[in-house]
């Protein structure tokens, strides 16, 4: 099993209008035909075996930052850059949740997928590692959202 995940920079092969109109009226599957990861990117060596859940939200790429707003000096098109790719060769992974978080700190919202995954042998100390680490991370997040 394998999971491929961040900017993967592919673009919608359509004018920037027609992405808008398409985004408004949330005709992804429109948008899809004319993604570039579908009409040249799974044909690579490395992501020919990979699939992805179906994009079902806005697309993550071009926001002027801090805001909701599609790139309004550059005029970039919208675009899903950010990805969330997986590869499996049995059936221990499942795909629960994909999705895009409303986040504004960057030029992109952040993309995110959840996993139901089937583990036969589960190490106790990295577990409770893991956990630690993840407690540690969330009460420093807290922290600083106070301030």
């Known amino acids: 099993m394998a999971i491929y995940f961040g900017d993967l920079n592919f673009r919608i092969d359509l004018p920037r209008a027609a992405i808008e109109k398409a985004i408004k009226e949330k005709n992804f599957d ?11 990117g799974m044909r690579h060596e490395v992501l020919k075996s990979c699939q992805e859940g179906k994009l079902l939200f806005d697309p993550s790429y071009k ?69 630690e680490n993840l407690i540690a991370k969330f009460s420093a997040m807290k922290v600083n959202q106070r301030n």
């Open 30 to 40: 429109s948008l899809m035909t004319k993604d570039e990861l579908y009409q040249h």
């Open 63 to 131: 926001y002027d930052q801090g805001t909701s707003n599609y790139d309004t000096t550059k005029r970039r098109a919208p675009a899903w850059t950010d990805r969330v790719l997986f590869s499996q060769t049995n059936q221990s992974m499942t795909l629960t949740k994909y999705n895009r978080s409303e986040i504004s700190i960057s030029d992109h919202k952040p993309i995110y997928a959840h996993f139901k995954v089937k583990v036969n042998k589960i190490n106790p100390e990295a577990k409770a590692l893991v956990e």
